[in-house]
């Protein structure tokens, strides 16, 4: 079974710029979360998608980060103006559905360089 | 008070020792307790999953969860190089609420 994709891997832009991260789910996967890796620090929850409707954006910034997932499949989150506190990996997990019991599969991240 | 606090690191231990990680946690609406392992460069994947208190054993991984304490750990026997990694604790609640909240982390070097 094919993992969660993500692209691209490495990103280094300069502030104000603006920058745009891709993410495939696993086949079948329902549900889409990004979440936000700082430098020692645990993910957090940045958006997650039901199909292709959002079920919790609270601790997005929505004055400069926006997410879609169109078609229930795959999805992009953009950051438009990059800010230098906003470099971090980017991850992307899938899970069958929204239901508490379903494992979160991550993917292997894009780290995100703001100079 | 952070809701999930988990202590950095690093932690360096010889290979074949036991080791033992720890998560304190504030918020009782917690119900699910994860582990998950964390490569360098690579994502999160789910290493132990236990509901509510108890003990939860998978080869040479342990999991405990203490909730009159708001406490879980995660030991692992015979430590091997290829554990070396990051640890995240990670928790969630009941009923509508999905969120996945995470510790920091614990960096783990195994040394041969």
């Known amino acids: 079974e094919a993992g969660v994709a993500q692209s691209p891997r490495y990103k280094i832009i300069e502030k104000r710029q603006s920058v745009a991260f891709w993410c495939n789910p696993i086949s079948g996967h329902a549900t889409l979360y990004w979440y936000q890796q700082i430098l020692g620090q645990g993910p957090k929850l940045l958006i997650q998608?039901?199909?292709?409707?959002?079920?919790?954006d609270s601790q997005l910034p929505k004055d400069r980060f926006s997410a879609e997932r169109l078609k229930g499949v795959d999805s992009t989150l953009k950051i438009q103006p990059a800010k230098l506190e906003d470099s971090a990996v980017y991850l992307c997990a899938s899970s069958l559905d929204t239901m508490l019991l379903y494992e979160q599969y991550f993917g292997p991240g894009t780290r995100l360089t703001v100079t | 008070q952070k809701e999930v606090e988990q202590d950095p690191g690093p932690l360096s231990v010889p290979e074949g020792a036991i080791v033992s990680l720890n998560c304190t946690y504030s918020n009782s609406a917690f119900q699910y307790f994860m582990w998950y392992r964390q490569y360098s460069r690579k994502g999160p994947e789910l290493l132990m999953y236990?509901?509510?208190?108890g003990n939860k054993e998978d080869g040479r991984f342990t999991a405990q969860v203490d909730k009159s304490s708001k406490y879980i750990s995660l030991f692992i026997r015979d430590s091997q190089p290829s554990d070396s990694a990051t640890y995240l604790c990670?928790?969630?609640?009941?009923?509508?609420?999905?969120?996945?909240?995470f510790g920091k982390g614990t960096l783990l070097t195994v040394n041969p």
């Open positions: 990670a928790m969630k609640g009941g009923g509508s609420n999905y969120k996945l909240t």
């Open positions: 998608f039901q199909n292709n409707g959002v079920v919790d």
């Open positions: 236990t509901y509510s208190s």
